[in-house]
């Protein structure tokens, strides 16, 4: 696979701020995935802990969450993954 | 554990609808309107059911006057999302419409399409209205309660008094208004009940039995024999 | 690199430049927008009687919507995961277009539901209260994992794409671009990385996608009512949901390869092979449909019957006599021998088809309710203007997402067009050699006498 080349000669050079403001928000979306999927999952275990206090059917929220709780951490690793995995390997460059 | 029923007479029912008419007065339950009825959003909490004869056109068979049925397997309570719709420890399923988002699940899951929706703001307060029943918003679900705001009236009037409940002191507005007396309310798991006995007449049925809703209103079918 | 560029130069065409057509585009969109605007606002301020919803049918257009929308948002899943999971290669440059319509289409069709509710105030209180015996919750977890598994699904691939633009393109965007590309250098690390996240993504993408229209399906399976209570209901709205998702798909990609002169990316044989697609899911549409109303029919349940003759020779049999032709039989007549007008064809087809798949929804959801148990009053739906302008609404709103994505990120994939060139086809090479037979004595000696 071909390196990508650098900018063309006309771009303008970016300036040291510009550069600090970008990197803040890319570590700031590479936060999001825990952010909002751990929202998801501490959701769903109010949800579990609701149905349990209220003896409402708690077996068909332990159900879901036994399968939808191990899809949510997958997607949470896998982001996790591969967005800390291209960030940092730009500062290994 | 007390377990609120009610048995319906159909041999004794003429279908004049003064049940229908003593529900909406004790619940404020409002006349939508012309237009609005004209749409089929009638609000009525109970309702004669005019069952069409198969043999002889046009003719009604008979008149069922269907309030909720109160089920105790409630298909309706299963679906909703919010815990707006439920079955109380004594056999009520409840309403609360302060939390309804008016996803209107329970309606659509409902066999006896027992459940009622505020297309608009129908209601406003009046004079003339129950003060014992809240008057719901546009946009929820409500249906019959077995007028519960009267077993709480009579609990707390037994709770001063420093005594127990008495078998006829909580009735509902349909079964005290009907003028042959077809409706019967009462706890079912009163074995001296009139509602307990009734329940088990040989002429004794259920709406769509076979669906397992398990509802707690029993019909008398006319004459002698099994409806 | 500057190579790459070059000769995907016209893709990178609709985000530099801005025609007219764009501008017309984006007025008519707003135009349908501010219909579905108007209609909800004057649903918020008069209550949902403002649609022609009623007892018995309280279920009408909205949760139709909800439905066909959600079913579209499979048109994604199907070519991007399925197709690369499968290896072909044909896919390359329609898999950018497939992801996006699944993003744009589930925030569409989440909304639906949204706009369904009485009380829309209290929204959150399915996220306090929420019961987990309830299929809505069901379904609301379902389509937030597909939305958070396609959202990540599409952004991975376009990261270098993105790194493309944030280098060749300046002015304002260039800051956007510049952080979403996560300082992409495409280096082999890198690469390695993101082709591992790409590969776990597109196998867990699948079972989350038929998950979520399963469970669409389960709001109207799990209550009793006659023809909806069906055991068929899971695999048959997944099906359609497919179905319908291609026949979208073909639609936006003929359009975009109208608008932005795409001709020499999406040739008549990715159409020939998405026709083929589609004709395989009609058949298969075709047989659900036929295995739920012969099984209906044959056990002549009289409750389930009411429902079944409205639907045949009643009252819906305008609509559903016209899903039928829409969904079977068009397509039948213009998906056999594709190879000749493949693209008139399959667009012909994929149209009537997305207006099938919608009618086909709402022949699920309004006879059931129209023809009731009880001897209630039996009801008569009919739309207002609201639940019209919603339709129309959300048509616009989506198609705007849509467009607004198309003039800031590249259509097609660049890396994957360029990959395609420089790798898949010596991979391919590699793959086929590999099924054929190893080269024994004899074959060799021949080939030595007879090779220059």
Redesign the interface.
Same mark, same amino acid.
Not at chain 1, 1 to 8: D, N, V, W
Not at chain 3, 182 to 191: A, I, K, M, V, Y
């Given at each position: 696979?071909?390196?990508?080349?650098?900018? =063309?000669p006309?771009?303008?050079q970016?300036s040291p701020g510009?550069d600090r403001?970008?990197r803040i928000?890319?570590y700031a979306?590479?936060c999001t995935p825990v952010v909002?999927?751990g929202g998801?999952i501490g959701?769903?275990t109010h949800?579990?802990r609701?149905?349990l206090k209220?003896h409402?059917?708690p077996s068909?929220?332990i159900?879901?969450?036994l399968v939808?709780i191990p899809?949510?951490i997958? =997607?949470m690793c896998?982001?996790l993954?591969?967005?800390w995995?291209?960030?940092n390997?730009?500062r290994?460059? | 554990m007390t377990t609120w029923g009610m048995v319906i007479d159909l041999d004794r029912c003429t279908g004049c609808q003064a049940c229908v008419m003593a529900c909406k007065a004790e619940n404020n339950v409002p006349a939508v309107g012309r237009e609005e009825a004209g749409k089929g959003r009638v609000l009525s909490w109970m309702q004669v059911l005019a069952e069409p004869d198969e043999e002889h056109e046009g003719e009604v068979k008979r008149f069922v006057p269907r309030p909720c049925l109160q089920c105790d397997d409630p298909p309706c309570t299963k679906v909703c999302p919010v815990?707006a719709t439920?079955k109380n420890p004594e056999g009520i399923v409840a309403q609360i419409y302060g939390r309804c988002i008016g996803c209107r699940f329970c309606m659509a899951a409902c066999p006896y399409n027992a459940k009622f929706f505020n297309w608009h703001e129908y209601q406003r307060p009046a004079a003339g209205q129950n003060p014992d029943v809240s008057l719901r918003p546009k946009g929820v679900v409500e249906k019959c309660t077995f007028c519960h705001h009267r077993l709480q009236k009579a609990r707390e009037q037994a709770a001063v008094e420093k005594r127990r409940l008495l078998p006829g002191e909580y009735n509902t507005a349909c079964a005290e208004a009907c003028p042959a007396r077809a409706i019967s309310f009462g706890d079912l798991a009163d074995p001296t009940s009139e509602v307990a006995r009734l329940s088990r007449s040989p002429r004794a049925f259920r709406l769509l039995e076979s669906l397992g809703t398990r509802p707690k209103v029993t019909y008398l079918t006319e004459g002698e024999g099994r409806g | 690199?500057?190579?790459?560029v070059e000769v995907d130069e016209l893709l990178l065409d609709p985000i530099r430049k801005t025609g007219r057509g764009f501008w017309i585009a984006f007025v008519a969109l707003l135009g349908l927008i501010a219909w579905g605007a108007a209609a909800y606002l004057t649903q918020l301020r008069v209550g949902l009687g403002g649609t022609g919803l009623h007892q018995p049918v309280s279920w009408g257009f909205y949760v139709t919507n909800f439905v066909f929308f959600i079913g579209i948002s499979h048109a994604g899943t199907l070519i991007s995961a399925i197709l690369r999971l499968s290896k072909a290669e044909w896919r390359r440059p329609v898999t950018r277009m497939a992801e996006v319509i699944t993003c744009m289409v589930l925030l569409v069709g989440g909304g639906q539901i949204i706009v369904d509710l009485g009380r829309p105030d209290r929204l959150l209180n399915v996220?306090q209260?929420?019961?987990?015996?309830s299929p809505l919750?069901?379904d609301a977890?379902?389509i937030?994992?597909y939305l958070?598994?396609s959202t990540?699904y599409l952004y991975?691939p376009m990261?270098p794409d993105i790194?493309?633009l944030r280098?060749?393109l300046?002015g304002k965007r260039n800051?956007l671009y510049?952080?979403?590309a996560?300082?992409?250098?495409?280096?082999?690390?890198?690469?390695q990385?993101?082709n591992?996240?790409i590969t776990?993504?597109m196998v867990?993408v699948i079972p989350?996608a038929v998950s979520v229209h399963t469970v669409v399906s389960f709001v109207f399976s799990m209550t009793l009512q006659p023809m909806w209570h069906s055991t068929i209901f899971g695999p048959y709205f997944v099906v359609g949901a497919i179905f319908s998702g291609i026949a979208a798909l073909i639609i936006a990609m003929l359009i975009f390869r109208r608008v932005y002169h795409l001709h020499a990316y999406l040739k008549p044989i990715h159409f020939q092979y998405l026709g083929q697609l589609l004709l395989v899911m009609s058949l298969l549409w075709f047989y659900f449909t036929f295995a739920e109303y012969l099984t209906a029919y044959y056990g002549a349940e009289p409750e389930e019957m009411k429902v079944f003759w409205s639907k045949f020779t009643g009252h819906f049999r305008w609509q559903f006599w016209a899903m039928f032709t829409c969904n079977f039989v068009v397509p039948i007549l213009c998906l056999t021998r594709l190879k000749k007008n493949t693209v008139p064809r399959v667009l012909i087809a994929s149209i009537t088809i997305v207006i099938g798949m919608w009618l086909e929804r709402y022949i699920i959801v309004v006879p059931s309710l129209s023809a009731p148990r009880l001897p209630f009053q039996e009801g008569s739906y009919a739309p207002t203007w609201v639940e019209w302008g919603e339709l129309a609404g959300s048509f616009g709103l989506f198609s705007m997402f849509y467009l607004l994505f198309t003039k800031l990120f590249p259509v097609i994939s660049i890396w994957e067009m360029h990959?395609g060139r420089?790798?898949a086809i010596a991979e391919v090479m590699g793959r086929v050699k590999s099924y054929l037979p190893d080269q024994t004595a004899p074959v060799a000696a021949a080939a030595r006498e007879v090779a220059p």
């Open positions: 696979m071909m390196a990508p080349q650098s900018r =063309l006309e771009a303008p970016p510009e403001m970008v928000f890319q979306i590479a909002f999927i998801i959701w769903v949800l579990i609701t149905s209220l409402d059917v068909g929220a159900g879901i969450s939808s899809v949510f997958t =997607l896998v982001l993954y591969v967005l995995g291209i960030l390997d730009r290994a460059r | 815990y439920y | 690199m500057a190579e790459r996220i209260y929420g019961r987990y015996q919750l069901w977890t379902s937030t994992a958070t598994a990540v991975l990261i790194a493309i280098d060749n300046r800051f510049r952080v979403l996560l300082g992409w250098t495409g280096s082999e690390r890198q690469h990385v993101l591992r996240a776990i993504m867990m989350i990959e420089h790798q």
